[in-house]
């Protein structure tokens, strides 16, 4: 099915713990995004990447990393994970200014 | 700094009769803005885009305006039915052309 998919769907972190959380799209977007999602806050957007090979701090950025590896696939790192951290991610994509296309969401727990 | 403020957290409206959602933003000059659906535990579904020379779009029994004077969007939903039931979100684009700022949204819960 044609979309933004988006692993693991669910993970708990110890505190300080690293991970990576996977998003590829297979509808040649060339914008892709990483939000994250708390409880009467909305989406706020965390990094982009407007084009294959460049990458830009959104909202909240700090405690995060991103890869765009190719024009498919765009992955989030934390280094050190913190409570604070705790939320749901999700990855989107789009092109021009077409609406976005979101994946189902990663559901993190940092303990 | 930018605001994106949605009317009420949640709206409870019965079968039947139309929705109206509010979107208001400050310190924003979006060139377009977009709405979305939001299901329990999914991702948002883009519903429809209205850009700044737009006063209206329609969509099925979906209607979005757009009042850059006020700067408000108003989002209907005509004959609500049960499967409506969603949280809305609005988001106009703000600083670079590629990106959204989505407000917090609005809980909709139609009544059978």
């Known amino acids: 099915n044609a979309g933004v998919t988006q692993t693991p769907k669910f993970q708990v972190l110890k505190t300080g713990q690293s991970m990576t959380l996977q998003c590829a799209q297979d509808?040649?977007?060339?914008?892709m995004y990483w939000y994250r999602q708390d409880p009467g806050m909305g989406l706020r957007l965390i990094y982009y990447s407007a084009s294959e090979g460049t990458t830009d701090k959104g909202e909240v950025p700090n405690g995060y990393n991103v890869s765009r590896l190719n024009k498919r696939e765009f992955s989030l790192r934390l280094e050190s994970a913190a409570p604070s951290q705790t939320s749901v991610y999700f990855c989107a994509s789009s092109e021009g200014r077409e609406g976005y296309t979101f994946g189902s969401g990663t559901r993190l727990t940092v303990v | 700094s930018q605001k994106i403020e949605q009317n009420s957290e949640a709206l409870n409206i019965q079968e039947g009769k139309t929705a109206t959602l509010t979107c208001n933003y400050t310190?924003?000059?979006?060139?377009?803005l977009q709405w979305y659906r939001q299901d329990p535990g999914r991702g948002p579904v883009f519903l429809l885009l209205?850009?700044?020379?737009?006063k209206e779009k329609r969509k099925e029994r979906l209607k979005v305006t757009f009042d850059t004077t006020l700067k408000q969007s108003l989002f209907h939903i005509t004959a609500s039915q049960p499967a409506d039931s969603a949280t809305y979100l609005c988001?106009?684009?703000?600083?670079?052309?590629?990106?959204?700022?989505f407000g917090s949204g609005t809980q909709l819960t139609v009544l059978p």
């Open positions: 209205i850009r700044e020379n737009e």
């Open positions: 509808m040649n977007h060339n914008s």
């Open positions: 310190n924003y000059s979006p060139a377009y």
């Open positions: 988001a106009p684009n703000g600083g670079s052309a590629r990106q959204l700022t």
